[in-house]
């Protein structure tokens, strides 16, 4: 078999509000595989999103990539494992091969895994630092950490025959931001039937809101107002979401989960 090389992402941070951060979405395969951490002092949530017809592995580590080293530098880290419709918790064993299962399987919890054309969204959450020594304890505040990820069939897989390439210095960020001294908020988010925008309306100006999915195409566009900030989202498939709200002064997207 092939040996494809390893792909490393080594995540920078820039803190954010109340001690909630998180990173873009970063693609680890341009347009078909893409991955996203957020981290509250207590909680972290995983998005990831990719083809529908194999599974997903991304591993966050506090080891640095020395590059030509191989797995073997990464044995006994954590490993968050997709396949067939279950998250499992597992370990880097010092090689290319399938990291071995935890005995502790309870901590991924998944919230949403859903299917739109071929692509696959699976979000799951867990508790920052499970007390488990197995298992990665992410940063609570701005911070910075590898992750090594594959995609392979379908079914258990390794690291040595996984898609792979490499790309350093990703940049993090807040999901928040200052629009007319307000933050732009979602809520509820994730929801059923719909959702309001949060904002200290400000008449003088125009708020633009665009809606797209997951592959780019918008599906909503008008203007906010004062009296209506409630979007309705009972007739859209269950999925992830970008809500981008624009003026003549700022612009910011967000993502919205729809159950």
């Known amino acids: 078999m092939k040996k494809i090389t390893l792909l490393i992402f080594l995540f920078?941070?820039?803190?954010?509000?109340?001690?909630?951060?998180?990173?873009?979405?970063?693609d680890l395969i341009p347009g078909n595989f893409t991955v996203k951490f957020d981290i509250t002092s207590t909680t972290v949530t995983v998005t990831m999103i990719g083809p529908d017809n194999v599974?997903?592995?991304?591993?966050?580590t506090n080891d640095a990539y020395g590059g030509g080293g191989g797995m073997g530098?990464?044995?006994?880290?954590?490993?968050?494992?997709?396949?067939?419709?279950?998250?499992?918790?597992?370990q880097h064993v010092g090689s290319n091969a399938q990291p071995s299962l935890d005995a502790t399987q309870n901590?991924?919890?998944?919230?949403?895994?859903?299917?739109?054309?071929?692509?696959?969204?699976?979000?799951?959450?867990?508790?920052r630092n499970t007390g488990d020594s197995n298992d990665f304890v992410f940063p609570?505040?701005?911070?910075?950490?590898?992750?090594?990820?594959?995609?392979?069939?379908?079914?258990?897989?390794?690291?040595?025959?996984?898609?792979?390439?490499?790309?350093a210095n990703t940049v993090l960020s807040n999901e928040d931001f200052q629009l007319n001294?307000?933050?732009?908020i979602i809520s509820p988010n994730p929801a059923k039937r719909d959702f309001n925008i949060g904002?200290?309306?400000d008449a003088s100006r125009d708020y633009n809101l665009e809606v797209f999915d997951v592959l780019?195409?918008?599906?909503?566009?008008?203007?906010?107002?004062?009296?209506?900030?409630?979007?309705?989202?009972?007739?859209?498939?269950?999925?992830?979401?970008?809500?981008?709200?624009?003026?003549?002064?700022?612009?910011?997207?967000?993502?919205?989960?729809?159950?």
């Open 199 to 201: 904002i200290l309306y």
């Open 140 to 167: 609570d505040s701005m911070s910075s950490f590898t992750v090594i990820w594959a995609r392979g069939g379908n079914a258990d897989f390794n690291f040595h025959n996984a898609r792979g390439g490499a790309v």
């Open 55 to 60: 599974g997903l592995a991304v591993s966050p």
């Open 12 to 26: 920078t941070a820039i803190f954010g509000f109340s001690q909630t951060w998180t990173t873009n979405t970063i």
């Open 216 to 259: 780019g195409k918008q599906i909503y566009r008008g203007q906010l107002t004062s009296d209506d900030t409630s979007i309705d989202v009972t007739n859209w498939r269950s999925g992830v979401y970008l809500v981008k709200l624009s003026s003549d002064q700022s612009t910011q997207t967000k993502r919205f989960i729809k159950q």
């Open 73 to 90: 530098q990464f044995g006994g880290d954590d490993v968050i494992f997709y396949a067939n419709g279950s998250m499992t918790d597992r």
């Open 181 to 184: 001294l307000a933050r732009f």
């Open 107 to 127: 901590n991924w919890n998944i919230t949403l895994d859903t299917t739109s054309g071929s692509s696959r969204t699976v979000v799951a959450n867990r508790a």
